[in-house]
């Protein structure tokens, strides 16, 4: 008896879980469920706070089709959700994606939980369609990669690769990488699961292109196009890969042209940017390698193989694009020496080649010209709260402090100061509704308003551009209608929601989106935006240099624009007058430093745009301005990319533009004018103009002040397009600030006890010109020297001290004619190559030709 007890507990529990299983599996299934909510999909692999994409599978069982909303949110901010809506058919399953942004990550963790939701909502109420056996979110671990910069290449067909054979080209990307101390992970892109989005590309800073799937589906081709303008990397293999969709995906940006394919069983890579101190090494190959053939144009080509380009590049935007035309296994080689240190994250059974690690692969990409916080103060002055007038709010105060006055006083006489306790609160009552009123009235007298200050970068084919910067929303009240976008482009409000709101980004299209649940916390609110769209006519300005300086035109279509100068590296900026389709900009639109728009007085618009253009190329902070070539600058009204905001309300803004020039050559006996920013100048030690001076820094344009005695020469480029010139005249301008010095301006090869000009207690701005006998002499490569030298003016008997100064500035304006061909071009046409001496084939003159547009680059 005494185990009776036991033996019904035991009793009862086996009746309970048989009854549980007999209900579970009597129980049917959901009509409408998910089989995969959240997977890992697209790159397959997540970078902090870029974007990405999920997978979602959704079963419908019923006869009728189901609509149901994937949301996913992180725990870092799970008031925070990615959603998509998703409509399924009878009797269908659904495979789909959903874009999310991944929270900013440790580095030391590995991989971050994302958890899902499938909500029906088609009753008005929010039901959550999960299995009986999960709880109410579905997690899913997504893995970050920490490792910068991420590499990626397309898969060459599914399924897994053959163990036996070795892929060189996979072998070639890996060794890159692990000599330049990145770990050896390579992001493989499954083509099939790439949605035509900007965002799936985020969180890849090179993609290697070794086969033809990148071409397989044309919607990926316009936004892996927009990625590499925005800051990518592409390394394209032409010998695995076919010209055709390297065509497709750059477009006219691709000036090569397919000559033959040829087998080489002897290869001699030879760098054609630097003569090598020992001779090269002709290396034997018993499998021959393939070498594609290519003439090209535009190009820098890097290394030759018997005179045929071998590597090339060119910059797109703010990324750029390599070409290799030899078999990856020629720029490889076994290691020669055994590792140290034994990590398997960067194991490789190869080493690249000095050739191949001297090619411009995995730089860490350039970021926006423009950042969005620029335009902060730009939209804050024009959109807001409006202020009550001084006039009633000093009326009411003084009305109350004359009526506590007046009562105190009388009560005072009749001694009955004690009722002076409730007539206070009561007169402070009677002026706070009054005041209360007018700030009511004067936050309803400012309409819903909507600005926008965009910041566009056409792409180097004008046919592309990319858009970032700054959205600013003012309501009264809350936001009643949705907001979002219906031509692609994200934004996310700044600090714009209550705590314990859930915000909801719910995608419906491709490019079509909206916030739900969006309560601001204050009637303003600002959003940083990246959007970035196709060109419907291409935009280009193209221009050449003449007597009035430097002439410019529209080519296909034009923008009707204000405020435009050229800014030039390390340079003041060129103010831009604009007649029609016609751009001049002559030597007396130089603008001084630190100024970025025309005239004498501004208005208050100017002035914001100055504010905007101070803080993105000021180097104030020390960086460098991220101007990398000759650019158009110029604002216009903005354009309209599909941001969806209430449709009464108020819109203002504008669009900051940022065109590249395209700088053609002069005809032969034109006579130029070569404003100053066009003319580039670095300052060296010696008197040959090598040694880096320390008072100057060439990338920023920016002097150091000093107080010692120093010599300096300042070598002086003329811009390429132009050579070769017969030089007329040069114009320096200085501006310094040396009081108790003395500044001589030399001549190269001159008397130093014969300075061209001696200035005494220089401090502001000086002109020397150079003609005659005095006018330097141009190098080969189209370079003068012009040396300055400071030191102590001689004081009263005989003692001298050198007191701090600074150049400000240093311009210098050039005027010639144009000779009937480069030094480059006849070398060329001479069969010699330019650099080297060496017999080149006339018919492979494009492979050797240097663009015109380069001026930027120093020899």
Not at 536 to 542: C, E, S
Not at 613 to 628: F, H, S, T
Request: aromatic content about 8%; charged content about 20%.
């Amino acid at each position: 008896m005494k185990r009776r007890p036991v033996f019904d507990l035991v009793f009862c529990c086996l009746c309970a879980a048989v009854a549980a299983k007999a209900g579970a599996q009597s129980s049917p299934e959901p009509p409408v469920r998910f089989s995969r909510l959240g997977a890992p999909c697209g790159l397959r692999q997540y970078v902090s706070t870029a974007w990405g994409v999920v997978g979602v599978d959704v079963i419908n069982a019923q006869d009728q089709p189901a609509d149901v909303l994937a949301a996913f949110s992180f725990s870092r901010d799970p008031d925070l959700q990615f959603a998509r809506r998703v409509g399924i058919p009878p009797r269908a399953i659904r495979r789909t994606w959903v874009p999310i942004k991944l929270p900013r990550v440790s580095t030391g963790r590995a991989s971050v939980p994302c958890y899902g939701l499938l909500i029906d909502d088609r009753s008005g109420a929010e039901v959550v369609l999960r299995p009986d056996d999960e709880g109410i979110q579905h997690s899913v671990l997504l893995r970050v990669n920490h490792d910068k910069p991420v590499s990626g290449a397309f898969l060459e067909r599914e399924g897994e690769p053959e163990l036996d054979d070795v892929d060189y080209a996979y072998e070639a990307a890996i060794a890159l990488r692990t000599a330049r101390g990145y770990q050896r992970n390579l992001v493989l892109i499954r083509d099939r699961e790439l949605p035509p989005l900007r965002e799936v590309f985020e969180g890849l800073d090179q993609i290697v292109l070794w086969n033809d799937r990148f071409a397989s589906d044309v919607a990926i081709l316009s936004p892996l196009r927009a990625w590499l303008n925005d800051g990518g990397e592409l390394w394209i293999m032409l010998d695995r890969v076919d010209v055709t969709g390297v065509e497709q995906l750059l477009g006219d940006l691709f000036t090569c042209q397919l000559v033959d394919r040829v087998a080489l069983d002897e290869v001699l890579i030879e760098d054609e940017e630097e003569i090598p101190t020992e001779p090269p090494t002709v290396e034997q190959y018993e499998q021959p390698l393939d070498l594609v053939r290519m003439l090209v144009s535009e190009m820098q080509v890097t290394h030759t193989v018997g005179g045929w380009p071998a590597a090339f590049w060119r910059p797109v935007g703010r990324g750029r694009v390599i070409f290799t035309t030899l078999e990856a296994r020629a720029w490889i080689r076994r290691p020669v020496v055994q590792r140290q240190r034994w990590d398997p994250t960067r194991m490789t059974d190869y080493w690249p080649k000095p050739q191949l690690d001297a090619l411009p692969l995995l730089r860490i990409n350039d970021p926006p010209l423009c950042k969005s916080s620029v335009f902060r103060d730009y939209l804050s002055e024009r959109v807001g709260y409006r202020i009550v007038s001084r006039g009633p709010v000093s009326g009411l105060l003084g009305l109350f402090c004359g009526a506590l006055l007046v009562a105190g006083v009388g009560l005072a006489r009749r001694r009955k100061l004690e009722h002076l306790a409730w007539i206070a609160p009561g007169l402070a009552l009677a002026a706070a509704v009054p005041l209360a009123a007018l700030g009511l009235q004067s936050q309803r007298a400012v309409p819903t308003t909507v600005g926008q200050a965009q910041f566009i970068e056409v792409s180097d084919g004008a046919d592309q551009m990319t858009a970032n910067g700054l959205l600013a929303f003012y309501d009264p009240g809350f936001v009643r209608e949705a907001i979002g976008a219906v031509q692609g482009g994200v934004f996310e409000p700044e600090d714009a929601t209550a705590a314990g709101t859930t915000r909801r980004m719910v995608w419906t299209d491709l490019d079509r989106w909206h916030w739900e649940n969006l309560r601001p916390t204050t009637g303003l609110w600002t959003a940083a935006f990246r959007w970035s769209g196709d060109l419907p006519q291409r935009l280009a300005v193209q221009g050449t240099f003449s007597r009035e300086g430097f002439v410019a035109h529209w080519t296909d279509s034009s923008l009707a624009l204000t405020d435009a100068v050229i800014a030039i590296p390390g340079q003041p900026c060129l103010a831009v007058q604009a007649d029609g389709s016609r751009l001049l900009a002559g030597p007396d639109d130089v603008l001084p430093p630190g100024r970025y728009v025309a005239g004498s007085w501004l208005s208050d618009e100017q002035r914001r745009r100055q504010a905007v253009i101070e803080r993105m190329l000021d180097p104030a902070d020390g960086k460098a301005p991220q101007v990398l070539r000759p650019t158009l600058l110029a604002w216009s009204d903005p354009i309209d990319m599909g941001f969806q905001f209430p449709r009464a309300a108020e819109r203002f803004g504008a669009a900051w533009w940022a065109i590249p020039l395209n700088i053609h050559r002069p005809a032969p006996g034109t006579q130029v004018v070569i404003p100053s920013p066009f003319v580039v100048f670095r300052a060296g030690s010696r008197a040959d103009g090598g040694g880096a001076s320390p008072l100057y820094d060439h990338r920023t344009g920016e002097w150091i002040a000093s107080q010692k005695p120093s010599e300096m020469w300042l070598r002086f480029q003329a811009p390429q397009a132009v050579l070769p010139l017969r030089l007329d005249r040069a114009r320096l301008t200085l501006q310094i600030t040396a009081p108790g010095c003395t500044v001589e301006i030399r001549q190269s090869g001159g008397d130093p006890q014969q300075p061209l000009r001696q200035l005494n207690n220089p401090i502001g701005q000086t002109e020397v010109t150079f003609s005659g006998e005095t006018l330097p002499s141009l190098d080969a490569k189209g370079c003068f020297l012009v040396g300055l030298a400071v030191r102590p003016a001689e004081a009263a008997g005989g003692r001298s001290q050198l007191r701090p100064w600074r150049i400000e500035s240093v311009q210098m304006e050039i005027a010639g004619v144009v000779g009937e061909g480069s030094d480059v071009q006849n070398s060329v046409f001479a069969g010699i190559h330019p650099r080297r001496g060496k017999h080149v084939d006339p018919r492979k003159l494009n492979s050797v030709r240097l663009s015109l547009d380069s001026i930027w680059s120093w020899p």
